[in-house]
């Protein structure tokens, strides 16, 4: 049985050493980033509260929000001793939050082995002039 811990040092990014580093992205897309990081690092018992969806790409929300936790983390990973931890609080825990939610996330519908299609939000067209009002017009 192999523990977790055997491959820390490749989870664990090492923050820059100067802003002039090399800020190249270590993972080059979201599929990457979520293959190669995110799932290895969280573990979940799926059911009772938490429901995954292995085709997460097909659902946009799903996608928007694993590109951002992607590209957050590329941005905190070279921030030191607080970067990690404010990448979990800030930006991991709210977006895990959502995305596995069984009751309201964007893979509701699906179970880790099945992808179903959440139908949009509803959309009434807005009352004619409603953009025109000075709330909505262009400040410049």
Not at 33 to 62: D, Q
Not at 76 to 92: N, Q, V
Not at 120 to 137: D, E, K, Q, R, V
């Amino acid at each position: 049985m192999t523990d977790d811990l055997d491959d820390l040092d490749d989870w664990v990014p090492e923050p820059a050493d100067s802003p002039d580093d090399d800020r190249t992205p270590l993972f080059s897309n979201p599929e990457e980033f979520m293959v190669n990081f995110l799932s290895p690092l969280i573990r979940r018992r799926l059911g009772g509260s938490y429901t995954w969806c292995a085709e997460w790409w097909k659902h946009a929300e799903g996608l928007l929000r694993i590109t951002a936790l992607w590209e957050t983390w590329e941005h905190f990973r070279h921030e030191g001793a607080l970067g990690m931890s404010t990448w979990l609080l800030h930006h991991a825990d709210p977006h895990l939050a959502v995305l596995l939610s069984k009751d309201s996330g964007p893979f509701a519908a699906c179970k880790p082995d099945r992808h179903t299609q959440l139908d949009p939000l509803p959309s009434a067209p807005a009352p004619p002039g409603m953009w025109a009002m000075a709330a909505f017009s262009d400040p410049h």
